[in-house]
Structure formats: structure tokens, C-alpha cells
């Protein structure tokens, strides 16, 4: 058996997919009608939305399986992810990935796999919609139309749940989003016992940039802005655009330490990407940083305010007048 390789941006998948806060969430229609349909269309013994998470495969929707998630390393969806066309295996015992597969070789024994790539946007693939038998089988090119064509309307309900959580402009969490994700994390970080930070940024003179270079160069701002965050608080399970000019990041098993590092990294890589775009203003921001014990009675709406506050001290010592 070979494993899976891992996609290049498994870090930004990965974010994407808990974005979408689905894993472990009960079965939906909208998802099992494309399921059913499929098992009947294809007359395949099992058909499956999968989502590929850090080490197992989640079925969104099955038809056909008993189990709800199997391990990663030795599923056949774990390398469908890594293309972007159909994964077809006509017969799996002939094809040196999976011919010794302890699900080729065990039950349900598959013998033919068929699987379509669900993409949230260009390169990034979550999961996906496959078909799988007992009996070595090919597809025909109508066939292949129709499995995407089915994994199209998959990857349109998924993304409607994406625009609930995503914000359009730069491709983070909304606030909605972000409290959910903030919730989940707080959570875990109560059952765990480790502390958390969260950091709250405003964009200093946004307004100003909006009324003298145009609505466009403000959004054009805003966009930078996250594309930093999101390389700089690359190993932060939330970030997030609260609305406006406001972005927040919250930290798990983070210290005033770990929390001033990750602003230092912050602050240099703004820095250098002022240098770089040598715009005729520079990206400015002030914050605020709070940092929460495990034990924490703080809501996350809270945090915010609290981390608010914090900033609000900050302006007032860097502008006294």
C-alpha cells in the first residue's frame, strides 16, 4: 500500500475545512440526496461525501458503509485530494497504491473507486464525492460527466456554507465565523487546562486611504492585511475580519510570550511588505493583547472586548492629545 502524499498547502486546507465548522456534524439531506442518487445512477454498493481531515477521512453522507470515518493513511479519497481531475482505479488489486489495502483486502473488499475532487476554491480541496464496488468496473466518458456533474452540486452546497463564515473580501473568517471557530477553541482549551491569548487590530488612517486613493486601494489594503495574518499566525487556529477595519487572532496554549513572538513576526512582515509595495502611505495598526487562563468565565464576545480595551490604552499612550 502507498500512503497518501500530503498536499503542499495541507496547512491553508485544513483551515479552510474547520472554517466550514461540518466535521462531526450530523448527516444533511441536501448532501445525502446527492449520495442516494449516486449509489442508484452508478449501481455501486457504496457512495460517499468524504472530508479529509488532519489523519482520517469524515463521511459527511454514506450510502452503503456502516462506519462514519476510517483512518486517512490508507484511504483512496486521501489521493483524490491531490489532483484535480477524477481518481478512477478500475481494479484495485492490480494497481500497486492500493492492491494491498486492508480495505481491498477486507471488507467491504473495493475492487473499483471512483472519486471527484471537492474544491472550495482553486487548489484547495477538502474532501471529496466517490463511488466504490466490489467488482473491477471503468467509467465512460458520459459517466465521468455525470460523477461531475454530481460533485459540482456537492462542492455548491458546501461552498453556500462557506459565504455564511467567509468573509468575500479577503477570504478569512467573517465575525460570525470567527466566533464560532473562537467558541470551539475556547472549549478545548478549557478541557485541555492551557491558556489562550487574543489579539485584536485596527487599521490606523484606513479611512484616509479610502477618501484619497479610492475605495478600491482600501480594499486593496484590507486583502494585504489578512495575506499577512494568515502567514504570520500560520500556526493560529482562528483569525478572523470582525467587520470594517477590525481583525482579530486568537492563540491556544499561548503566554504573554508566545504572544508577543508571534506579534513581533507580525510586525517585521508588515514592515517588509510596506517596503516592498512602497505605496505612497504605509500600513499602520494599533492593538490590543489579553491574555486568558484555562479557567477563564469570559464569553469569547468578552475576549473581544476586553482585547478592545486593551488597544483603546494602547492609542491613548502613543496619542496622548
Request: glycine share 4%; with cysteine.
Amino acid at each position: 500500500m502507498i500512503k497518501p502524499e500530503t498536499p503542499s498547502n495541507e496547512i491553508e486546507r485544513l483551515r479552510a475545512l474547520r472554517a466550514l465548522k461540518i466535521l462531526d456534524t450530523a448527516h444533511e439531506e441536501r448532501f445525502d440526496r446527492v449520495t442516494r442518487i449516486a449509489k442508484h445512477l452508478f449501481n455501486v454498493s457504496i457512495s460517499l461525501v468524504t472530508l479529509i481531515d488532519e489523519d482520517r477521512q469524515w463521511f459527511k453522507s454514506r450510502q452503503g458503509l456502516g462506519v462514519c470515518e476510517l483512518p486517512r493513511e490508507s484511504s483512496f479519497c486521501g489521493h483524490t485530494i491531490n489532483q484535480n481531475e477524477l481518481l478512477i482505479i478500475p481494479d484495485t488489486s492490480s494497481d500497486e497504491r492500493f492492491f494491498d489495502n486492508p480495505f481491498v483486502v477486507g471488507d467491504p473488499k473495493i475492487r473499483f473507486y471512483a472519486g471527484f475532487p471537492l474544491k472550495l476554491k482553486q487548489g484547495v480541496i477538502i474532501g471529496t464525492l466517490c463511488l466504490a464496488d466490489d467488482k473491477p468496473r471503468n467509467l465512460s466518458d458520459e459517466e465521468k460527466q455525470l460523477l461531475r456533474d454530481l460533485g459540482s452540486l456537492v462542492e455548491q452546497e458546501i461552498q453556500s456554507i462557506q459565504l455564511a463564515t467567509i468573509d468575500e473580501l479577503t477570504k478569512i473568517s467573517n465575525r460570525r465565523g470567527f466566533l464560532s471557530l473562537a467558541e470551539h477553541t475556547l472549549n478545548n482549551c478549557k478541557k485541555n487546562k492551557v491558556s489562550m491569548t487574543l489579539i485584536l487590530f485596527d487599521l490606523n488612517k484606513f479611512k484616509q486611504i479610502n477618501d484619497v486613493y479610492g475605495h478600491h486601494e482600501g480594499d486593496f489594503v484590507l486583502t494585504k492585511f489578512a495575506q499577512v495574518m494568515l502567514s504570520s499566525f500560520c500556526d493560529c487556529e482562528v483569525i478572523g475580519r470582525l467587520g470594517g477595519d477590525e481583525f482579530v487572532v486568537m492563540l491556544s496554549d499561548s503566554g504573554a510570550k508566545k504572544a508577543d513572538d508571534a506579534l513581533l513576526c507580525f510586525t517585521n512582515a508588515i514592515e517588509q511588505t510596506n517596503s516592498i509595495l512602497n505605496k505612497p502611505y504605509n500600513i499602520d495598526y494599533s492593538f490590543g493583547v489579553v491574555n486568558f487562563t484555562y479557567n477563564t468565565d469570559k464569553t469569547v464576545v468578552e475576549m473581544i472586548q476586553d482585547a478592545d480595551t486593551a488597544m483603546y490604552k494602547q492609542k491613548k499612550q502613543c496619542n496622548p492629545y
